[in-house]
């Protein structure tokens, strides 16, 4: 099989152009904690599943991991930024 048909049958895998730092400073520069996870001394990570089409854009954002207090919502607003 040549390495032209091999591209051509398999899906690439996401990533952010610029690489993980970048992706760390948008998500640093964008993010704003929920008033309500500060005045609940709320902290943690909240996890997400996000489905991507096939020219990069979020179609769908779900929470698998919650923290509740307003920053699931959060992170479902930056995930689609």
């Known amino acids: 099989m040549s390495d032209s048909s091999k591209k ?7 990533y952010y152009q610029g690489g993980n730092k970048a992706l760390d400073k948008f998500i640093k520069d ?9 005045s609940q ?3 943690g990570q909240v996890q997400l599943l996000v489905d991507i089409d096939y020219k990069g854009n979020v179609v769908a ?4 991991k919650s923290l509740g207090y307003g ?9 689609k930024l």
Request: charged residues 40%.
């Open 61 to 64: 954002v779900k929470v698998k």
């Open 30 to 38: 964008h993010l704003q904690y929920p008033e309500d996870a500060l």
């Open 71 to 79: 920053c699931d919502e959060e992170a479902g607003r930056v995930a």
């Open 41 to 43: 001394k709320i902290e």
């Open 8 to 14: 051509n049958r398999f899906v690439n895998k996401p």
